[in-house]
C-alpha cells in the first residue's frame, strides 16, 4: 500500500489502531493519523514517516486502554480500495507517461524494489541501474531520450532527471559522482530489458 500510495498520486496516507477481529483488517478503528505525501516521497520515506506514526499512535492507544478511555468506530464499507502486489515487470521505467507519473512512479518504488533502466557500463555493456530519487526537469523530445549531459531524460510530455542513482551491485551514488564515472551522452535513447 505504501508504493501504490506513492504511484498513485496520493497526497496522505496514514496508519490506524484497530481492534482485533476474526477477518483480515477489519477491526473497528480505535485511532488513526495521516501523513502527508509529497512530490519527493520515496516509499522509503513514507514507510519511516509511517512506522513513527504509527508508534506513537500505539503509545497512545495502550494509555487510553488502560484508563478506559479507548473508544472504537466500524470500519466504513465504502471508500475501500486494494493495493495489487508489485510484479517485477512493474519495476521498469517507461517513459512514455507524463514526467509527473514517471516521477511516482520512481519514487514509489524507491528504495525497493527499485525503479530501473539499462545503461552503458565503461566498456558498453548495458548494467541495470536503478533511479532512487528524482526531479522534474526542462524539456521534452522522444520518450526516453537523453537530453543533455546532466540525465535529463524525455517523458510524453516534460522531463524528469535522476538525482539518486544505483548501478547493480554497487551502493547508491548522487548524479554528480555517478557522471563523473559514467557519462550519458545527450540523445542516447535508454534501453529496456
Not at 10 to 33: I, K, N, Q, T, Y
Not at 42 to 55: E, I, N, Q, V, Y
Not at 65 to 86: F, N
Not at 124 to 149: I, Y
Amino acid at each position: 500500500p505504501i508504493q501504490r500510495a506513492i504511484m498513485a498520486g496520493d497526497e496522505r496516507s496514514g496508519v490506524c489502531v484497530l481492534r482485533m477481529s476474526a477477518g483480515l483488517d477489519e477491526g473497528p478503528v480505535c485511532m488513526s493519523a495521516s501523513v502527508d505525501i509529497t512530490g519527493q516521497t520515496t516509499a522509503g520515506d513514507l514507510h519511516d514517516a509511517l512506522a513513527a506514526t504509527g508508534a506513537r499512535l500505539m503509545a497512545e492507544a495502550m494509555d487510553r486502554l488502560a484508563s478506559d478511555g479507548l473508544e472504537c468506530t466500524p470500519q466504513p464499507d465504502t471508500g475501500v480500495t486494494y493495493a495489487h502486489k508489485i510484479d517485477k515487470a512493474e519495476a521498469r521505467i517507461a517513459f512514455d507517461g507524463p514526467a509527473e507519473t514517471v516521477l511516482r512512479h520512481v519514487h514509489g518504488l524507491s528504495p525497493f524494489p527499485g525503479a530501473w533502466v539499462m545503461l552503458g557500463d565503461e566498456t558498453g555493456k548495458q548494467v541495470r541501474t536503478k533511479f532512487l530519487r528524482c526531479e522534474p526537469a526542462d524539456g521534452g523530445g522522444e520518450p526516453g531520450t537523453v537530453l543533455d549531459d546532466r540525465l535529463t531524460i524525455a517523458c510524453a510530455t516534460g522531463a524528469i532527471r535522476p538525482t539518486v542513482l544505483q548501478r547493480e551491485g554497487k551502493g547508491p551514488m548522487e548524479l554528480d559522482a555517478f557522471l563523473r564515472g559514467f557519462p550519458i551522452a545527450a540523445g542516447t535513447v535508454l534501453g529496456g530489458a
